[in-house]
C-alpha cells in the first residue's frame, strides 16, 4: 500500500481539491464526547458509540 493518490500531497492543493476537500468536512459528524470524525450517515460514534453528534458545516458557518 504504497501508492497515493498524487492530488492528496501536500502543498499540491488546486482550487478543485481545495473544494474536494471542503466537501469532505462538511460531510462529516463530529461526536461530542470524544471529537471523533464520523460519516455524515452515522447516528452513533464509531469509536465510541455516543449518540450525540454535530454537523461540522454548520460549525464552519457561524462565523460573524
Ligand atoms: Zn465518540
Known amino acids: 500500500m504504497s501508492k497515493q493518490n498524487p492530488s492528496f500531497i501536500k502543498g499540491n492543493l ?3 481539491n481545495k473544494r ?3 466537501n469532505r468536512n462538511i460531510n462529516i459528524k463530529i461526536c461530542l464526547k470524544c471529537h471523533c ?3 455524515i ?3 452513533k460514534c ?3 458509540g455516543y449518540k ?3 454537523l461540522k458545516s454548520k ?3 457561524r462565523r460573524g
Open 46 to 48: 464509531r469509536k465510541c
Open 14 to 16: 488546486t482550487p478543485e
Open 52 to 54: 450525540g453528534l454535530r
Open 37 to 39: 470524525h464520523n460519516s
Open 20 to 22: 474536494i476537500a471542503a
Open 59 to 61: 460549525q464552519l458557518e
Open 41 to 43: 450517515k452515522a447516528t
